[in-house]
């Protein structure tokens, strides 16, 4: 056993680690500074990454430290990895709940925790230098020892770690040992929403230090903004053996501007003509800071960060925040994010319009805030806090026990080191505009000191803490130091209220906008609201990624991904991780592109019919568009492009609003719009050429509703032959020369229709109420299954049949009605069979105004499985619905049923298409049309509802002999209630009546 158990002790956070220091890594020479090359070339630094000797406990009691240490019969890991990956222990994903019982500080006897050891020598070593040895992040605590002698001991899983090791390490062959706890009384601390691993999961590094050198310092930056003079400050808070210090700085040319020596140890540097840095243009300059045997290297943004009126400026510019919370999450990997990793995730960022991140809920590693300086991100750090699990106390009160660590100031110094942990290494990035205490973890006396522990440490940027909307009303609360009000998840009255009653603050939603599974809905209400007032800085989504464990492939070769319960653990929150815009491999849900098109970087204003001009807005803060994008505009005719050409901007200043003349043909007696397409003229830092970030559609004036193919379609011949109708007391067939129809009376629907060489529909129709709940369904779908919508049966009451000139029409008189339960609709449906075997369907519809909103309200009918080609006019071309179709455009579309299955981890609704006027879909031999006056929604997919219904993994779908197309009046929204508001009264399908009327026309080739 260990002869401290620190991990349990809060007086000892740290044992022997040395004093937090702003992150860098020195540079041998000027010469080697000036290189393009990343930290691990650089001669000071030393990975010790690579492949480790490991052995895993089952607890600590088990780990000998006489025994173990020098013990070298143990497996082989990768540092960094997280243990979990490679087969030991095993995966747990919790929410709120904390994963260990509430026993503060101490945690549970069976603690797993693995013994790392390696050997490794230093070149050059040189008793004249001295040696530190950096852990960037281990989880969730550890023991270090250096040739059998103990080093030290740290926590914080996502903070910096430094020890001096110049006492310890040898000349030629020296031995690591690294012991890591799964569970320590920092775990208390560290209750974010995600997987729970463990390891050395960052970086682990030796740096060869001078002797004579800077310790820490500090970079500040203010602008004279009239006069576009910048001033940079560089102090130095800490240094050894007082070296001789003289300084350079670069232009973003690498020029040298400025050059000196440092008399005293701070200077201020005087900068004309100064560039700005913001995330538009992330403009740089290099400061080099030279000693006698060192050089230090900042890349420094010139800006400044204020809040005036009430509205968060940066440069004296008024800024729009579009966000994301990131959470360091691989399906392979863990928490392990490689430089690459991380720069994918922040190239589709790009690419899909967003331009700030929330570290949530930790700070990064170093390299992460570097590359937001270079490429252009404005970043919330967050500390390592979150108590959230206070709340589920058993019979505490829940919201009320929020404050429980928050206010007990056994546990200051906690927050208060947390807090440090994320301000000290990082304050010299210029990314960083605003820092953040922590995360849903209450408020009290601990957040207040830390808050003014943030003060001190850096009052150039904003302070942020969601969690004081928590605090006790009861108490005196101290929230002077907050700088903004955020809330996570109002409703769209709520943030109304808001602004009606009057704010002091800026207001910014931390989180917003679930993105779980099948969403968000409704994101365009909050861009509105975001624009309208210039006090509402912006939000930020939840959350960038799903979160799951990569577990293997199914015997069809279908990646399969884990989330909560999926690996035998007993306490889980289920798929409430799979909650990203991205897949796990980073593929964009269609979530993504709704965001990126609600926030498009140009927008159409106004359209001029009569001049054929349209006004362009510049959405961007900063940035002249006129040199970074093209404008592409394309004419349709009922979906059909008639032309396309290129709209020259020449300059778009930020937020400027301008006329353009537009070239167009003749507009024809049609459906007509325009596409305007937003396409990135040349590459430039993470954006390529010709990516598209963005479109707006216009709807030209001339009142057609109807395309022309429409009329073709219900067109109705008067030579065909005459019906031969056939009627028991369970069904009417109806013939002629080409058609047979067989319509079911105990359903009201038809059960086959045919003709003599084709069966159009393989099984019966339906009336469908009930959709696969989406994830953000999961609240309702509890009362739509209590009103019994997903066991509907119908009721006919009575069924006639008039036998006209040229039309059969049958009309059902029933009600949907759940086992148990009062009926749900009381339906009046008309059928018109035409001659040429065109259907004409009528349907009037009266509500239970007792029960929910519906799910959905459509007619489904179950095709052969070879009618897969679908061609379309509505939406597209990805899934929309009424809260989610500004990804989509009205056209014309061709695709297949395969292709709009949007493929869930948690099967659920999907690849729905709304505003539809014509629908095809067909197979080598035959086809069949919906049509409609009326705007309708459709969903085809091989997979039936039911079984979308009751599997919880896509990787477990089973597919249909058959292709379901179900003819929908209406779906309900989306919205993003498996965390946010209800959804909206506007976006559920509650209306007291429906009508609807559609056609259906079979055709064989």
């Keep these: ?135 960037e992040g281990v989880d969730s605590c550890f023991y270090v020892w250096l040739n059998g002698k103990f080093i030290g001991y740290s926590q914080v899983s996502h903070s910096i770690s430094e020890f001096d090791i110049t006492e310890e390490v040898l000349e030629g062959k020296n031995k690591i040992a690294v012991l890591v706890l799964k569970w320590c009384d920092g775990t208390y601390f560290e209750d974010q929403d995600k997987f729970r691993m463990s390891g050395i999961f960052r970086d682990v590094y030796i740096l060869e230090r001078s002797k004579s050198r800077i310790i820490d310092y500090k970079i500040t930056t203010d ?75 900042e890349k420094v943004g010139m800006r400044v960060i204020s809040i005036e009126d009430k509205i968060i400026k940066l440069n004296g510019v008024s800024i729009k925040l579009r966000g994301v919370n990131h959470h360091d999450s691989h399906p392979l990997k863990g928490y392990v994010m490689t430089k690459e990793d991380l720069i994918l995730d922040l190239m589709l960022m790009k690419w899909h319009n967003f331009n700030s991140i929330r570290t949530a809920h930790y700070p990064k590693s170093p390299i992460f805030y570097e590359m937001c300086d270079e490429y252009g991100f404005l970043v919330i750090n967050e500390a390592d806090i ?8 058993y019979g505490r009160g829940y919201l009320e026990n929020y404050n429980m660590i928050a206010n007990d100031p056994i546990y200051g110094n906690v927050i208060k080191d947390r807090i440090e942990a994320s301000i000290i290494p990082y304050r010299n990035r ?148 799979v909650d990203g815009l991205v897949y796990p491999d980073r593929n964009p849900h269609t979530g993504l592109l709704e965001y990126q098109n609600i926030n498009r970087p140009i927008r159409v204003v106004e359209l001029d019919k009569i001049n054929k001009k349209v006004k362009l807005k510049n959405m961007m803060d900063f940035k002249d568009v006129g040199n970074f994008l093209k404008v592409k505009y394309k004419l349709f005719s009922d979906g059909n492009i008639i032309t396309e050409k290129e709209l020259l901007l020449n300059t778009l200043k930020a937020r400027e609003e301008k006329w353009y003349s537009l070239d167009l043909p003749e507009i024809p007696n049609t459906i007509v719009t325009i596409l305007f397409e937003y396409i990135v003229k040349l590459d430039f830092l993470l954006y390529k050429e010709d990516l598209i970030l963005g479109h707006d559609q216009v709807i030209w004036p001339n009142n057609i509703k109807s395309l022309n ?90 069924t006639t049949i008039e036998n006209m000139t040229n039309c059969i029409i049958i009309t059902s008189h029933l009600s949907l009605i759940p086992i148990y339960r009062e009926k749900i609709l009381d339906i009046i449906v008309k059928w018109f069979i035409l001659p040429n075997g065109l259907i004409k369907c009528e349907i009037n519809a009266i509500k239970n105004v007792n029960l929910p909103f519906l799910p959905r309200f459509g007619v489904e009918m179950k095709l052969d499985k070879s009618y897969e080609s679908i061609s379309y006019f509505g939406l597209g071309p990805y899934e929309n619905y009424q809260d989610k179709h500004y990804a989509s455009y009205l056209g014309r ?19 729905s298409r709304s505003l539809c006027k014509e629908v095809k879909i067909y197979n080598k031999d035959s086809s069949i049309y919906v049509v409609s006056h009326d705007d309708f929604s459709f969903n085809v997919s ?50 007291k009546e429906i009508n609807f009327t559609f056609y259906l026309r079979f055709e064989q080739k």
């Design 942 to 991: 091989h997979f039936s509802t039911e079984e979308l219904t009751n599997k919880n993994h896509n990787y477990e779908l089973i597919q249909d002999d058959g292709t379901y197309l179900i003819v929908d009046y209406k779906q309900s929204g989306i919205g993003s209630n498996s965390c946010g508001p209800e959804l909206d009264n506007k976006y559920r399908l509650n209306e």
């Design 223 to 297: 602008i004279d903004l009239e006069k576009q003079i910048g001033f940079l400050s560089f102090k130095i808070i800490d240094k050894v053996e007082n070296p001789k210090i003289s300084y350079f700085l670069l232009n973003s040319k690498n020029e040298i501007i400025i050059s000196g020596s440092m008399i005293d140890d701070s200077i201020t540097l005087k900068i004309e003509e100064v560039e700005l840095w913001n995330p538009e243009t992330p403009n740089l300059y290099t400061l080099l800071i030279k000693t006698d045997y060192e050089v230090i290297k």
């Design 893 to 911: 579309f061709n695709t297949s049923v395969s292709k709009m299955h949007e493929d869930y981890i948690r099967p659920q609704e999907n690849g």
């Design 430 to 577: 210029s990314c960083i505009f605003m820092w953040s205490v922590g995360n849903e973890s209450g408020f009290g006396c601990n957040f207040e000191n830390g808050l003014i522990r943030a003060k001190e440490l850096d009052n150039t940027r904003l302070l942020h803490y969601e969690g004081a909307y928590y605090a006790d009303k009861n108490r005196e609360n101290d929230f002077s130091n907050i700088d903004v009000i955020s809330r996570m998840y109002p409703s769209i009255d709520e943030i109304k209220d808001y602004f009606n009653k009057g704010i002091d603050k800026p207001l910014i939603l931390c989180e917003y906008a679930h993105a779980m599974g099948n969403g968000p809905g409704g994101l365009n209400e909050y861009d509105e609201l975001i624009q309208e007032h210039p006090e509402f800085a912006g939000a930020y989504v939840w959350e960038w990624c799903d979160h799951a464990v990569h577990i293997g492939k199914n015997k069809e070769g279908k990646v399969m991904y884990g989330y909560g319960g999926d690996f035998g653990e007993s306490t889980h929150d289920g798929n409430f991780c």
């Design 1 to 135: 056993m260990l002869l401290n158990s620190y991990h349990e002790n809060i007086s000892f956070l740290h044992v022997n680690m040395m004093p937090r220091r702003s992150y860098y890594v020195p540079f041998e020479s000027i010469n080697e500074s000036l290189k393009n090359i990343d930290r691990e070339e650089q001669k000071r630094f030393k990975s010790l990454n690579g492949i480790w000797k490991f052995k895993i406990f089952d607890n600590l009691e088990n780990f000998d430290i006489n025994i173990d240490l020098t013990n070298n019969n143990v497996d082989l890991i990768r540092v960094p990895s997280v243990w979990q990956v490679d087969g030991y222990d095993t995966h747990q994903y919790t929410n709120v709940k904390y994963p260990i019982g509430f026993n503060p500080p101490f945690v549970p006897m069976n603690n797993p925790c693995g013994l790392y050891t390696r050997d490794f020598e230093i070149e050059d070593f040189s008793k004249d230098k001295d040696y530190h040895l950096n852990f």
């Design 709 to 798: 193919s429409y009329k073709s379609i219900i067109k109705v011949n008067s030579d065909e032959e005459k019906f031969i109708i056939n009627e028991t007391s369970k069904e009417i067939n109806i013939t002629n020369g080409n058609f047979n129809y067989v319509y079911d009376k105990s359903t009201a629907l038809f059960k086959l229709i045919e003709n003599q060489n084709c069966r159009f529909i393989k099984d019966y129709m339906s009336f469908k109420i009930w959709r696969a709940p989406t994830d953000n369904d999961r609240k309702i779908k509890i009362e739509w299954m209590e009103a019994g919508f997903d066991r509907v049966e119908t009721k006919v009451y009575k």
């Design 386 to 393: 979150e108590t959230h699990g206070v709340v589920e106390l």
